[in-house]
């Protein structure tokens, strides 16, 4: 037998037929035979030949006998009986002997087609590729070259712009990172209300049942969109657009406008949503005043914002000329109506009518007209009040715009929406149609406030914490100056001291314990109890949260009621401790009372009767008092070092929390806790160490004086200390570094875009942070470049990010995760370096608090000590409370790199900051407002010295003059005149 008889054969088994016509072909025609039918040899016995009738006798030797098993038989036996005899005649003699199997030459024959074929696997997902055959897999050119598989980089085509309705498309990244950009069909609802169909036909309707906007012709992705039109102007049959119904394959969703609350309501399955928010294919998002609703999946979105504005946006790529409804056909006609009837462009108004939606809270609608004829409107024309504002169609800041979009049509809407006080829609529709194309216009200061968001984001609530703050420090104030004034009086002096201590130190308990309440409380979050936690994307470890700080007031409110009923039982008057003992030792020069000034005192003939003191004669001797208190020249100084002091340290107190959020990376929550468990401890260890050294060691007034002074100094070394100890700028893309990783310090925004972001059309105001896997944070998942996003909620995680491309190490993945990464390993043990020096320096500083109170207290005449420590607390509080947060903020202000954005795309809060500015600006104020605190310690440690050693020299003419006297009485005169006297302390 030949060698063109057996590649015959093998041609019609391969190729499952049995026509007697196929030519004879080569091996090399059979090996290609069997590369493309894809079969494999196998020793199993062929159950075709059996059915196959031969004219060969089974006594004769045959190449392809009946009995013997055939190497080449089809992995899918034909079970159909061939009538065809065998191309091999029985007569033929064989080429093998008959006692050997005829496999010998199939065996060759499948040996040589294995070699024989060039083609590329891939066994893992079982794919294969003739050589020369190119295809694009992961973002790379491959071709099959010699059995390998030769991969190139994809380049990128260059963009064509589309031919677009309304000329509107959108760029955006594939998943290889190229730019596309493709179509959009754009309809627009606004004002009272205004139509723009997706081919840009503008028309009114005045319908006020609920209405399809669109639907699809076939259902192919199952999305329906209606609006229901209410009435909203008093006295006329104007309609405005107050909803929006979107039907998304099995979810119904909503956004609604709340008049009284000037927002709009978001719900999902009949569950109220609060953006953002993620679920079942549909993303919630907001801009304070917007709700947007995206479907990432067919790349459309839908919107509604609090002027009545409405617009919904299809990907022509899904959708063309597969919809119809208000807003007409994407890619094709206008006007449309139910039974499919295309009509004129100025029909449209009439065509809508057809359009009713099942509304069950409108049943009457089903009653609605339809199938309204064109033709000129039949309703007459009401005119309108003229407003102002739509002459601002005409304002310059509208000229650029005004090339491209007709501002004449717009204007004869804004005149028409006057009637429904809607004419800030007409505005803001007109406003955002520019910056599609291009043009950012800035309109709303030009409206005198009737279109401000800060208007609507406005409370009445700020008048309630006024007020209640206002009745707390009213019964706040009389505690320190009269409740010290009252234990100084009944107290022995020795004992002053510790007592004043253990008030200061309980006093400062009650912050160390409101510090922790507020950091408990910072964790929850402020709406508590209003909204579905669940929903809420950010953490309290994220910047933009904000904790239920309303529970502070309602817990801390109660305790202070309950605190107040004690005072109620206190007595007028205490026996002076120790008086029994002493009785007998007091001299001219004990002490004197602070009752026997202001409670009725007895005169020189030890009359009984009581003198009461009318408030026209306190009145009276007001000024002249405070005339005396401020020529007490210790006094003067005290009272400015105290308002120094309280200066810096209301400053560091309020922004510290901020400090260490900024600087090291810590939440507000945790920055809270640790003031409250480790500042404030050593301040009220201080407090008390303070008073018992005075105590302890019996100091005077210099001795208290040098305690107090020796504290200053050595908290201030500590502090300045401080400022040494740093970490480095958190890695922001755009902000502290490069994309490409490199240190680079930016305060202009305009650096947050970069090539691998740039066709994303991002905006540069939100912050919204992610962080990557390389460990650096994007500012928004959008300026990272993410494509698709999966997961809800917190668990979100973005994809794709061609930003993370940009310093990524091979292997390493393009995602990201919801919040700013966590600073470095070396800064937390920085951190605990800085915290103990604090909380030292902390202990130090209050160290002095208790001596420096008792300076003060010594340097008062008796019937001016009520009345200097409630000027002193007025001051203090007065100047020292209130302008530190106003200068401190100012100056840190200085120091943002990034700033948040209010519902009005205005400024918001301070995301980020450049940490080393932050630094040397807060702690060097600091730093320099205690440097003028020990000045004037110094200043005021000199003088309390100087009046010492003039009261030593008066105290030994004392004596002097009672040794001369022989009957052993004195008439001690300390003060040289009475204006000395008035002027200054016996100290």
């Given at each position: 037998?030949?060698?063109?008889?057996?590649?015959?054969?093998?041609e019609n088994w391969s190729s499952k037929t049995s026509a007697l016509t196929t030519p004879p072909t080569s091996v090399l025609t059979t090996t290609e035979n069997w590369s493309s039918t894809k079969t494999s040899t196998t020793t199993t016995p062929s159950t075709t030949p059996s059915t196959t009738p031969s004219t060969?006798?089974?006594?004769?030797?045959?190449?392809?006998?009946?009995?013997?098993?055939?190497?080449?038989?089809?992995?899918?036996?034909?079970?159909?009986?061939?009538?065809?005899?065998?191309?091999?005649?029985?007569?033929?003699?064989?080429?093998?002997?008959?006692?050997?199997?005829?496999?010998?030459?199939?065996?060759?024959?499948?040996?040589?087609?294995?070699?024989?074929?060039?083609?590329?696997?891939?066994?893992?997902?079982?794919?294969?590729?003739?050589?020369?055959?190119?295809?694009?897999?992961?973002?790379?050119?491959?071709?099959?070259?010699?059995k390998k598989i030769v991969s190139t980089a994809l380049d990128c085509p260059q963009p064509t712009i589309p031919i677009c309705p309304r000329n509107k498309y959108t760029t955006w990244l594939d998943e290889c990172g190229c730019q596309r950009k493709e179509c959009d069909c754009l309809c627009e609802v606004y004002g009272?209300?205004?139509?723009?169909?997706?081919?840009?036909?503008?028309?009114?309707?005045?319908?006020?049942?609920?209405?399809?906007?669109?639907?699809?012709?076939?259902?192919?992705?199952?999305?329906?969109?209606?609006?229901?039109?209410?009435?909203?102007?008093?006295?006329?049959?104007?309609?405005?657009?107050?909803?929006?119904?979107?039907?998304?394959?099995?979810?119904?969703?909503?956004?609604?406008?709340?008049?009284?609350?000037?927002?709009?309501?978001?719900?999902?399955?009949?569950?109220?949503?609060?953006?953002?928010?993620?679920?079942?294919?549909?993303?919630?998002?907001?801009?304070?005043?917007?709700?947007?609703?995206?479907?990432?999946?067919?790349?459309?979105?839908?919107?509604?914002?609090?002027?009545?504005?409405?617009?919904?946006?299809?990907?022509?790529?899904?959708?063309?000329?597969?919809?119809?409804?208000?807003?007409?056909?994407?890619?094709?006609?206008?006007?449309?109506?139910?039974?499919?009837?295309?009509?004129?462009?100025?029909?449209?108004?009439?065509?809508?009518?057809?359009?009713?939606?099942?509304?069950?809270?409108?049943?009457?609608?089903?009653?609605?007209?339809?199938?309204?004829?064109?033709?000129?409107?039949?309703?007459?024309?009401?005119?309108?009040?003229?407003?102002?504002?739509?002459?601002?169609?005409?304002?310059?800041?509208?000229?650029?715009?005004?090339?491209?979009?007709?501002?004449?049509?717009?204007?004869?809407?804004?005149?028409?929406?006057?009637?429904?006080?809607?004419?800030?829609?007409?505005?803001?529709?007109?406003?955002?149609?520019?910056?599609?194309?291009?043009?950012?216009?800035?309109?709303?200061?030009?409206?005198?406030?009737?279109?401000?968001?800060?208007?609507?984001?406005?409370?009445?609530?700020?008048?309630?914490?006024?007020?209640?703050?206002?009745?707390?420090?009213?019964?706040?104030?009389?505690?320190?100056?009269?409740?010290?004034?009252?234990?100084?009086?009944?107290?022995?002096?020795?004992?002053?001291?510790?007592?004043?201590?253990?008030?200061?130190?309980?006093?400062i308990l009650g912050p160390m314990f409101g510090f922790m309440l507020g950091s408990f409380l910072a964790k929850i979050y402020v709406d508590i109890g209003f909204v579905d936690l669940d929903s809420i994307t950010i953490n309290y470890k994220d910047s933009r949260w904000v904790g239920a700080w309303w529970l502070g007031?309602?817990?801390?409110?109660?305790?202070?009621?309950?605190?107040?009923?004690?005072?109620?039982?206190?007595?007028?008057?205490?026996?002076?401790?120790?008086?029994?003992?002493?009785?007998?030792?007091?001299?001219?020069?004990?002490?004197?009372?602070?009752?026997?000034?202001?409670?009725?005192?007895?005169?020189?003939?030890?009359?009984?009767?009581?003198?009461?003191?009318?408030?026209?004669?306190?009145?009276?001797?007001?000024?002249?008092?405070?005339?005396?208190?401020?020529?007490?020249?210790?006094?003067?100084?005290?009272?400015?070092?105290?308002?120094?002091?309280?200066?810096?340290?209301?400053?560091?107190?309020?922004?510290?929390?901020?400090?260490?959020?900024?600087?090291?990376?810590?939440?507000?929550?945790?920055?809270?806790?640790?003031?409250?468990?480790?500042?404030?401890?050593?301040?009220?260890?201080?407090?008390?160490?303070?008073?018992?050294?005075?105590?302890?060691?019996?100091?005077?007034?210099?001795?208290?004086?040098?305690?107090?002074?020796?504290?200053?100094?050595?908290?201030?070394?500590?502090?300045?200390?401080?400022?040494?100890?740093?970490?480095?700028?958190?890695?922001?893309?755009?902000?502290?570094?490069?994309?490409?990783?490199?240190?680079?310090?930016?305060?202009?925004?305009?650096?947050?875009?970069?090539?691998?972001?740039?066709?994303?059309?991002?905006?540069?105001?939100?912050?919204?942070?992610?962080?990557?896997?390389?460990?650096?944070?994007?500012?928004?998942?959008?300026?990272?470049?993410?494509?698709?996003?999966?997961?809800?909620?917190?668990?979100?995680?973005?994809?794709?990010?061609?930003?993370?491309?940009?310093?990524?190490?091979?292997?390493?993945?393009?995602?990201?995760?919801?919040?700013?990464?966590?600073?470095?390993?070396?800064?937390?043990?920085?951190?605990?370096?800085?915290?103990?020096?604090?909380?030292?320096?902390?202990?130090?500083?209050?160290?002095?608090?208790?001596?420096?109170?008792?300076?003060?207290?010594?340097?008062?005449?008796?019937?001016?000590?009520?009345?200097?420590?409630?000027?002193?607390?007025?001051?203090?509080?007065?100047?020292?409370?209130?302008?530190?947060?106003?200068?401190?903020?100012?100056?840190?202000?200085?120091?943002?790199?990034?700033?948040?954005?209010?519902?009005?795309?205005?400024?918001?809060?301070?995301?980020?900051?450049?940490?080393?500015?932050?630094?040397?600006?807060?702690?060097?104020?600091?730093?320099?407002?205690?440097?003028?605190?020990?000045?004037?310690?110094?200043?005021?440690?000199?003088?309390?010295?100087?009046?010492?050693?003039?009261?030593?020299?008066?105290?030994?003419?004392?004596?002097?003059?009672?040794?001369?006297?022989?009957?052993?009485?004195?008439?001690?005169?300390?003060?040289?005149?009475?204006?000395?006297?008035?002027?200054?302390?016996?100290?």
């Amino acid at each position: 037998m030949s060698t063109t008889g057996v590649s015959s054969t093998t041609e019609n088994w391969s190729s499952k037929t049995s026509a007697l016509t196929t030519p004879p072909t080569s091996v090399l025609t059979t090996t290609e035979n069997w590369s493309s039918t894809k079969t494999s040899t196998t020793t199993t016995p062929s159950t075709t030949p059996s059915t196959t009738p031969s004219t060969t006798p089974s006594t004769t030797p045959s190449t392809t006998p009946s009995t013997t098993p055939s190497t080449t038989s089809s992995t899918t036996p034909s079970t159909t009986p061939s009538t065809t005899p065998s191309t091999t005649p029985s007569t033929t003699p064989s080429t093998t002997p008959s006692t050997t199997p005829s496999t010998t030459a199939s065996t060759a024959l499948l040996t040589m087609t294995t070699r024989h074929v060039c083609e590329c696997k891939d066994l893992k997902n079982k794919k294969s590729w003739r050589c020369g055959e190119t295809w694009i897999e992961n973002c790379h050119n491959n071709t099959c070259e010699d059995k390998k598989i030769v991969s190139t980089a994809l380049d990128c085509p260059q963009p064509t712009i589309p031919i677009c309705p309304r000329n509107k498309y959108t760029t955006w990244l594939d998943e290889c990172g190229c730019q596309r950009k493709e179509c959009d069909c754009l309809c627009e609802v606004y004002g009272d209300p205004h139509y723009i169909t997706f081919q840009g036909v503008p028309y009114s309707f005045q319908g006020s049942c609920t209405y399809v906007l669109v639907e699809e012709k076939l259902p192919r992705h199952h999305l329906t969109i209606a609006v229901d039109n209410v009435l909203c102007i008093p006295g006329f049959s104007g309609t405005c657009a107050k909803r929006i119904i979107l039907k998304y394959q099995n979810n119904t969703a909503t956004l609604n406008i709340i008049p009284s609350l000037n927002t709009v309501q978001a719900t999902l399955n009949d569950r109220p949503i609060k953006p953002p928010y993620e679920e079942q294919g549909l993303k919630f998002e907001t801009t304070g005043t917007t709700v947007t609703i995206y479907l990432p999946e067919i790349r459309s979105y839908v919107s509604l914002n609090r002027w009545w504005n409405m617009m919904i946006s299809l990907a022509m790529e899904y959708f063309n000329n597969n919809t119809q409804g208000q807003c007409g056909v994407c890619n094709g006609i206008s006007c449309i109506r139910r039974r499919g009837q295309a009509e004129d462009n100025n029909c449209c108004d009439k065509t809508a009518y057809d359009w009713v939606y099942p509304d069950p809270l409108k049943p009457a609608c089903a009653f609605a007209p339809r199938d309204v004829s064109c033709g000129p409107p039949t309703a007459p024309f009401i005119p309108c009040p003229e407003d102002p504002l739509c002459e601002l169609f005409d304002h310059p800041v509208f000229s650029e715009c005004r090339k491209v979009v007709d501002m004449g049509m717009k204007k004869k809407n804004c005149k028409f929406d006057a009637c429904a006080n809607a004419t800030c829609s007409s505005l803001a529709q007109a406003a955002e149609e520019c910056k599609k194309s291009g043009f950012c216009i800035e309109w709303r200061y030009l409206t005198n406030g009737r279109c401000a968001c800060e208007k609507a984001a406005g409370s009445s609530l700020w008048i309630y914490i006024f007020v209640g703050n206002m009745l707390r420090g009213i019964g706040e104030t009389p505690i320190m100056p009269l409740g010290v004034s009252y234990l100084d009086d009944f107290s022995s002096e020795e004992n002053t001291p510790f007592y004043l201590a253990c008030i200061h130190t309980v006093g400062i308990l009650g912050p160390m314990f409101g510090f922790m309440l507020g950091s408990f409380l910072a964790k929850i979050y402020v709406d508590i109890g209003f909204v579905d936690l669940d929903s809420i994307t950010i953490n309290y470890k994220d910047s933009r949260w904000v904790g239920a700080w309303w529970l502070g007031f309602i817990a801390t409110g109660t305790l202070i009621l309950l605190s107040s009923i004690p005072f109620w039982f206190l007595p007028k008057s205490l026996p002076k401790q120790g008086q029994e003992e002493s009785q007998s030792k007091n001299t001219e020069l004990a002490t004197v009372a602070e009752q026997e000034n202001f409670l009725p005192e007895e005169n020189q003939d030890h009359e009984e009767k009581e003198k009461q003191v009318t408030f026209q004669e306190l009145a009276k001797d007001f000024i002249p008092s405070i005339r005396r208190l401020f020529r007490n020249s210790i006094y003067s100084l005290m009272i400015l070092t105290h308002l120094v002091l309280v200066n810096g340290f209301i400053g560091m107190i309020t922004f510290k929390p901020k400090f260490l959020e900024q600087i090291y990376g810590q939440s507000a929550s945790k920055a809270i806790f640790l003031i409250g468990i480790l500042n404030l401890p050593a301040v009220a260890l201080g407090i008390i160490t303070g008073g018992f050294i005075l105590k302890r060691f019996k100091l005077g007034v210099i001795g208290a004086a040098r305690v107090a002074i020796t504290a200053s100094i050595g908290s201030f070394c500590l502090l300045a200390v401080q400022i040494f100890l740093h970490c480095d700028n958190a890695e922001v893309g755009g902000l502290t570094v490069s994309y490409q990783g490199v240190p680079q310090v930016s305060y202009n925004q305009q650096t947050l875009l970069s090539q691998c972001n740039m066709g994303c059309s991002c905006s540069v105001k939100h912050w919204d942070p992610v962080c990557a896997y390389n460990g650096m944070t994007y500012a928004s998942p959008c300026l990272a470049g993410c494509q698709s996003s999966t997961g809800t909620g917190k668990e979100m995680v973005f994809h794709n990010c061609t930003c993370i491309e940009e310093m990524m190490t091979p292997g390493m993945n393009r995602s990201a995760v919801l919040g700013q990464c966590p600073r470095k390993s070396s800064c937390d043990s920085i951190f605990k370096v800085y915290m103990a020096l604090s909380a030292l320096g902390s202990f130090i500083s209050a160290c002095g608090g208790t001596p420096g109170y008792i300076v003060l207290l010594r340097s008062l005449q008796p019937d001016l000590k009520a009345l200097a420590l409630g000027m002193q607390t007025l001051i203090v509080r007065t100047l020292g409370g209130i302008p530190p947060p106003i200068y401190f903020g100012a100056l840190i202000d200085r120091t943002c790199l990034k700033w948040g954005s209010n519902q009005c795309g205005g400024r918001g809060a301070c995301r980020l900051y450049d940490a080393y500015a932050f630094r040397v600006t807060f702690l060097g104020l600091i730093i320099g407002i205690y440097f003028m605190t020990n000045v004037l310690w110094g200043v005021l440690y000199s003088k309390v010295v100087k009046r010492q050693k003039k009261l030593a020299l008066r105290n030994q003419a004392k004596e002097n003059a009672l040794e001369g006297n022989s009957n052993g009485h004195a008439n001690i005169n300390i003060g040289t005149s009475k204006d000395d006297a008035d002027k200054e302390s016996t100290i």
